[in-house]
């Protein structure tokens, strides 16, 4: 069975320091990629996603992914995170095949940036 | 505004009682799905439906139906068979639910407690 697995559940950093999430998964096809983001109070969101082309994705508030595919693995990053990047991070993967694109999700990491 | 509502967002249910939380949407979106959120887990698929009157059951529908008489509607109900049903219920809907590169669009939740 397909698996995510995110390899932090919680991060705690400094404002300004630089941020990389992992994020790996064991589907061996064509997979679609995704990063999902929960700040405080608010309802779940995309922050990026991959499917085709360019595997440096960008997407909002200056987070970028980059798909490895021989590494099975989609990191998130940003350079200088901020007070308000505080949230959990989602990373979530799909694939053809007899689950028919059913998204299988990470358990989540929990990042809190100090001001 | 546009989106993904749900209600209640606390739900108390006594052991044995059937319970339906509501989720609607007036994004227009074809597909929508149901999640539930347990601690230190990623969201797992309980159901999903792709049309109206269309419904398929994701990895762990046991104890739980559905139904989409309407397109704007998906309800889930937990029954008393669902054998751990306490949880973080997450509904989300998206443009078409094909390809598997649609973004979905979540709402606040509803967390159900059985006592």
């Known amino acids: 069975a397909q698996s995510v697995s995110q390899h932090n559940h919680h991060v705690i950093l400094s404002e300004a320091a630089s941020l990389e999430l992992g994020c790996n998964y064991s589907?061996?096809?064509?997979?679609?990629l995704f990063w999902y983001v929960q700040y405080p109070g608010q309802h779940l969101q995309l922050l990026l996603k991959?499917?085709?082309?360019d595997p440096l994705v960008k997407g909002i508030k200056g987070f970028e992914a980059e798909f490895i595919k021989s590494k099975f693995s989609f990191n998130l990053r940003k350079p200088s995170v901020q007070w308000s990047d505080t949230a959990e991070y989602f990373c979530?993967?799909?694939?053809?095949?007899?689950?028919?694109?059913?998204?299988?999700w990470g358990a989540g990491t929990k990042l809190i940036i100090k001001p | 505004d546009g989106g993904i509502t749900q209600s209640p967002k606390y739900l108390f249910r006594k052991e044995g009682q059937n319970v339906t939380l509501s989720c609607e949407q007036n994004?227009?979106?074809?597909?929508m799905y149901w999640y539930r959120q347990d601690p230190g887990q990623g969201l797992r698929l309980i159901y999903y439906?792709?049309?109206?009157?269309?419904?398929q059951k994701g990895d762990i529908a046991e104890g739980y139906s559905v139904s989409r008489e309407k397109k704007e509607s998906f309800p889930l109900t937990v029954t008393s068979a669902q054998k751990n049903p306490t949880a973080f219920y997450l509904c989300?809907?998206?443009?078409?639910?094909?390809?598997?590169?649609?973004?979905?669009?979540f709402g606040p939740g509803t967390r159900l407690t059985v006592l």
């Open positions: 991959y499917f085709s082309g």
């Open positions: 989300a809907a998206s443009p078409t639910g094909l390809g598997g590169t649609d973004t979905q669009y």
């Open positions: 439906s792709q049309i109206v009157n269309d419904f």
């Open positions: 979530a993967v799909n694939a053809r095949g007899d689950s028919n694109y059913q998204l299988i």
């Open positions: 994004l227009n979106h074809d597909a």
């Open positions: 589907y061996g096809g064509t997979v679609n």
